[in-house]
């Protein structure tokens, strides 16, 4: 991917996924479509044959394209922070009620540019409840 076809990414599927996060978290698939976006390949969210599936599209990719996985990676966790950690916002309370969803809420907070922030904020707050 060229820097504009990240851009592209970044406005088109990483906005259409993140626009629907609620309806997403809900089924394991979902979850990892967002995860995707943040953590991609994690062990803890994929499974080796995930993975592997994933994989066999790196061939392709890097004879096609002029960056390297880790910039990639780095771009598009940054386009889907902002839209992911304002989703926590206002949609956290009710999430973190599921397992599912709580292990999701704490991978967005800890891997999302911002997410650290927001979580310290968070219990910043709840502390003085």
């Known amino acids: ?20 996060a ?10 990892r ?4 976006l943040i953590v991609p390949r994690c062990r803890r969210h994929f499974t080796p044959a995930q993975i592997a599936t994933l994989a066999e599209t790196d061939a392709i990719r890097a004879q096609t394209s002029k960056k390297d996985e880790a ?4 771009e598009v966790r940054k386009a889907a922070s902002e839209a992911l950690l304002q989703w ?7 999430v973190v009620g599921e397992p599912s969803g709580c292990l999701l809420v704490a ?3 800890l891997s999302t540019d911002g997410g650290m ?4 904020c968070i219990l ?3 502390t003085f409840l």
């Open 117 to 120: 922030c927001l979580a310290f």
């Open 22 to 31: 609620t309806k997403l978290y809900t089924s394991s698939q979902g979850r």
């Open 124 to 126: 910043s707050v709840l």
């Open 107 to 109: 991978e967005i907070l």
């Open 33 to 36: 479509s967002l995860l995707y």
């Open 71 to 74: 910039s990639r990676q780095d």
């Open 88 to 94: 926590v916002q206002t949609e956290g309370e009710k």
């Open 1 to 20: 991917m060229s820097s504009s076809d990240t851009k592209l990414l970044a406005k088109t599927i990483v906005s259409a996924i993140t626009a629907i």
